[in-house]
């Protein structure tokens, strides 16, 4: 059974840090694009981060570049996401997704990451003081 789960989650101050774990069973996260997106209260889900398949490219949304980093750990079947310099617009639950095609492009460049073939239940982040 495909699975992707998400842990990490949890309450941090402002301008602290946090690595979300993203562990794949079922299937090998070597050959897929993966992704991770976040749902704040209110507002529609948007894209955060990937790392492609093909070339190991990473992708990352304005509003957290220079701030994240997504990291593969192939020994582990696993994809992390490390947060620095969190901020509370940043709360929100964080889902990881897998896609067996070009996920990262399409939504990186398209907008589009709906189409991605996997996905996890998603962890809860909250930034606050």
């Known amino acids: 059974q495909v699975q992707l789960a998400e842990s990490g989650g949890g309450l941090v101050q402002p301008g602290g840090s946090l690595t979300l774990s993203c562990a794949a069973s079922?299937?090998?996260?070597?050959?897929?694009?993966v992704g991770w997106f976040r749902q704040a209260p209110g507002k529609e889900r948007e894209g955060v981060s990937c790392v492609s398949s093909s070339d190991g490219r990473t992708y990352y949304g304005d509003s957290v570049k220079g701030r994240f980093t997504i990291s593969r750990d192939n020994a582990k079947n696993t994809v992390y996401l490390h947060m620095n310099s969190l901020k509370p617009e940043d709360t929100g639950v964080y889902y990881c997704?897998?896609?067996?095609?070009?996920?990262?492009?399409?939504?990186?460049?398209?907008?589009?990451?709906?189409?991605?073939?996997?996905w996890g239940k998603g962890t809860l982040v909250t930034v606050s003081s």
């Open positions: 997704a897998a896609d067996l095609g070009n996920g990262c492009s399409e939504w990186y460049y398209g907008g589009e990451y709906t189409g991605m073939d996997y």
């Open positions: 079922g299937f090998t996260l070597d050959y897929v694009d």
